[in-house]
């Protein structure tokens, strides 16, 4: 999720003085302690990225000489392998470089996302925090669980809300696109199937500028950092775009459309992911969907703040709606992962 705002009370009375106050500045303790998060999720999304570059790394296995040995046995052979890993990209300076071209351009993107919600809320003198970067265990496949900024007052408009909530998609779906275009450009060529694979499935926006490039992308052709970064980008994007509860989203639904609709919605879309998920399992051999559905079923329940006014949207911010209907189209596939 990359925005919370579920400490906020319903803005019942807000005086007029408040809305317009300048958001507090962020402290010196909060900008080493954002910097702190940052600086670790890059060494974690670096790991992330040599682990997806390099091939398969198989260590020692532990010794069992003791009863403790059992029980340290998998976080033996996980530290075992990182060591591994890292002994290994050290070696080759491709594949650091591989993980490091993994790191920054995730970053770019998931960075652009949090800065448009950021630079949209001091636009409207919301008070929030800076991005949260979460960093994930060395060798997950994304090396971050994502960001998120906590919006710490009330958000004063249905126009306010409306910015705040798209402006982050948005910006990181402009920075996504021309990594995109890097990732397919360096595609390789497909390989021999060998039965027990994981194939990340192309999402459209991969699919149209693939024919616009003149790329032919098969889903057994060795990935690359860019194309990985841009792949989980838009999974990101369309996890946020969903129109339920307080994802981005269920901001934007909640901003065109009212409290009523906006609930309704939200749980159309949890069954159609629920659905997605049961048809997932079956028919892609993947349980992917389940967390997915898992995680709206927790946004479903979180309950969206009122915004005090009530001021139409306008033609302008109409457009950029189906806009974002678009984007979230080009980002959204239902069935991303396949485990054959």
């Known amino acids: 999720m990359s925005q919370s705002v579920g400490t906020i009370e319903p803005f019942a009375e807000i005086r007029a003085a408040s809305i317009q106050r300048q958001a507090v500045r962020p402290s010196s303790r909060e900008w080493a302690l954002h910097s702190l998060l940052f600086f670790i999720t890059v060494i974690t999304t670096t790991f992330a990225g040599i682990a997806n570059a390099a091939p398969a790394v198989d260590p020692p296995a532990p010794p069992l000489s003791r009863v403790l040995d059992y029980f340290l046995y998998v976080p033996e052979y996980y530290r075992r392998t990182i060591v591994a890993q890292l002994s290994f990209a050290i070696l080759d300076p491709h594949i650091l470089a591989a993980g490091l071209t993994f790191s920054v351009t995730l970053l770019a993107i998931l960075t652009a996302h949090e800065m448009g919600h950021y630079i949209a809320c001091r636009r409207y003198g919301v008070s929030s925090t800076l991005p949260f970067f979460i960093p994930a265990p060395p060798l997950f496949l994304a090396g971050t669980f994502g960001a998120f900024i906590k919006?710490?007052?009330?958000?004063?408009?249905?126009?306010?809300?409306?910015?705040?909530?798209?402006?982050?998609?948005?910006?990181?779906?402009?920075?996504?696109?021309?990594?995109?275009?890097?990732?397919?450009?360096?595609?390789?060529?497909?390989?021999?199937?060998?039965?027990?694979?994981?194939?990340?499935?192309?999402?459209?926006?991969?699919?149209?500028?693939?024919?616009?490039?003149?790329?032919?992308?098969?889903?057994?052709?060795?990935?690359?950092?860019?194309?990985?970064?841009?792949?989980?980008?838009?999974?990101?994007?369309?996890?946020?775009?969903?129109?339920?509860?307080?994802?981005?989203?269920?901001?934007?639904?909640?901003?065109?459309?009212?409290?009523?609709?906006?609930?309704?919605?939200?749980?159309?879309?949890?069954?159609?992911?629920?659905?997605?998920?049961?048809?997932?399992?079956?028919?892609?051999?993947?349980?992917?969907?389940?967390?997915?559905?898992?995680?709206?079923?927790?946004?479903?329940?979180?309950?969206?703040?009122?915004?005090?006014?009530?001021?139409?949207?306008?033609?302008?911010?109409?457009?950029?709606?189906?806009?974002?209907?678009?984007?979230?189209?080009?980002?959204?596939?239902?069935?991303?992962?396949?485990?054959?």
């Open 151 to 340: 919006i710490r007052s009330p958000i004063p408009s249905r126009r306010a809300l409306f910015d705040i909530g798209l402006a982050g998609p948005l910006a990181g779906f402009v920075v996504l696109i021309p990594i995109a275009v890097v990732g397919i450009l360096n595609m390789g060529p497909p390989l021999a199937a060998t039965g027990h694979e994981i194939v990340f499935n192309d999402p459209l926006l991969f699919r149209l500028l693939s024919r616009a490039l003149g790329v032919r992308l098969d889903p057994y052709s060795p990935t690359n950092p860019c194309y990985m970064a841009a792949w989980i980008g838009l999974l990101v994007t369309s996890l946020n775009l969903m129109p339920i509860g307080q994802l981005d989203g269920g901001h934007g639904t909640f901003a065109v459309f009212g409290q009523p609709a906006h609930k309704i919605i939200g749980q159309l879309a949890f069954v159609t992911m629920a659905v997605i998920a049961v048809l997932g399992f079956f028919w892609h051999g993947s349980p992917s969907g389940f967390l997915y559905t898992l995680l709206l079923a927790i946004m479903l329940k979180v309950r969206h703040p009122q915004t005090q006014e009530r001021e139409p949207l306008g033609l302008g911010r109409m457009l950029v709606s189906i806009v974002t209907l678009m984007v979230f189209a080009l980002s959204f596939w239902p069935f991303p992962i396949t485990i054959t």
